[in-house]
């Protein structure tokens, strides 16, 4: 078995640090200015989502999630791809919503808002806000919006480059006819667990806006290795015996080998999203204790990434039917996991942060439902 560690660093910059950094260079002209933040927009969903941020006065929105269409201002910009200024911001936004009452309580005095476009495409949103009125003249505008290329051409790389990598995997397990292993549903259900559980967890964990779209975006990668087990022991229907449950856990390190070789060929090795998925997929079936595989780390070795994805996984696992089950109810799919916890296999803040989102787990369970659920066994 290769040696795998776990990756808490890597060598480029993230998002959110370059965004720092050009704010910080941004102060030396225009120092009024005391926030930027980009927002993504997901089209198929519809959601305009709170991304990155550097901010030097209030504090940051974070987890926000509205649909473009429920903002009919910033979807005629994204429309017409056009900026838009405020010059006083406590005359022209009026509380009521859970942004702009947000916004009020800043002080922020003025703003400046442009859209992200890349070839055509809407991408998100750059927010610019200032301690002062009037901050944007005509001039300033042109001078941001020129300035602003930079770190637009960043994000919509780095986002190219990750829709990019779950392409691959998505076109590698279509070509390699994967048998059904996972549905569709089943994959937007651990995105979607995963991003709940993340967005709940407590502040120490120091995940970001940035951190939680890329698990979002990887956890459905979590068993792609899968493509290299035989159906025989992939879509057994019943237990596994001790042997084919050591052929199942190879898919680990399967997954782990394909992905370093794309990432390899699209020179993302050192990526900061590449750590993410890379840790993902390396580590959803530790457990904190140790007993977990295929490397039996314990703890803290297991990144929270990975603690994440395994209880998303497990808790999918319960609630829907098996060969050799029947469906569980939410809430006793919760008991077993803290269950779990109790034994020492799961991180206690994951489950919790599922357990205190009681109502969005059951709308997930209930909204994503197959057809037909996967003939696969999962391996556990």
Sequence with gaps: MTSFQPLHSVTSQSLTGKLQGFHEALLADYPHICRLACAIYDKPTDVLKTFINSTRQGHAI????????????????????????????????????????????????????????????????????????????????????????????????????AHLLVATASAIRSIANLRD???????????????????????????????????????????????????????????????ERQTMQTHVQKGVDMIDSILADFNLIEANDARIMRNIIAFH??????????????????????????????????????????????????TELHQMVEQGKLDDDCVTALANSLNAAQHIVTSYCDSEEPASNPGY
């Design 62 to 161: 974070t987890g926000y999630e509205v649909k473009l269409h429920d903002t009919p201002t910033l979807l005629h910009l994204a429309n017409h791809q056009q900026s838009r200024v405020i010059n006083d911001i406590s005359a022209e936004i009026h509380g009521g919503s859970v942004h702009s009452d947000w916004l009020l309580e800043q002080g922020y005095m003025s703003s400046f808002t442009v859209p992200i476009i890349r070839q055509n495409q809407f991408l998100g949103f750059v927010f610019i806000d200032s301690v002062e009125k009037d901050s944007f003249t005509p001039s300033i505008q042109r001078d941001l919006i020129m300035r602003c290329a930079s770190i637009c051409d960043a994000i919509a790389n780095e986002l190219a480059a």
């Design 181 to 243: 292993f996972e549905t569709g549903m089943h994959l937007t259900r651990m995105a979607e667990l995963s991003k709940l559980i993340a967005r709940n967890l407590p502040a120490h964990f120091g995940l970001t806006d940035e951190d939680i779209e890329h698990i979002y975006l990887f956890s459905p990668l979590h068993d792609i290795g899968k493509i290299g087990i035989p159906d025989a022991i992939l879509l057994k229907a019943g237990r596994l015996t001790d042997s």
């Design 285 to 334: 079936h530790e457990y904190l204790d140790g007993s977990g595989y295929p490397f039996g780390l314990k703890g803290e070795q297991v990144p929270i990434e990975a603690r994440i994805v395994t209880v998303a996984d497990i808790f999918d696992a319960l609630t829907h039917k098996r060969p050799y089950k029947k469906s569980w109810s939410v809430e006793n799919s919760l």
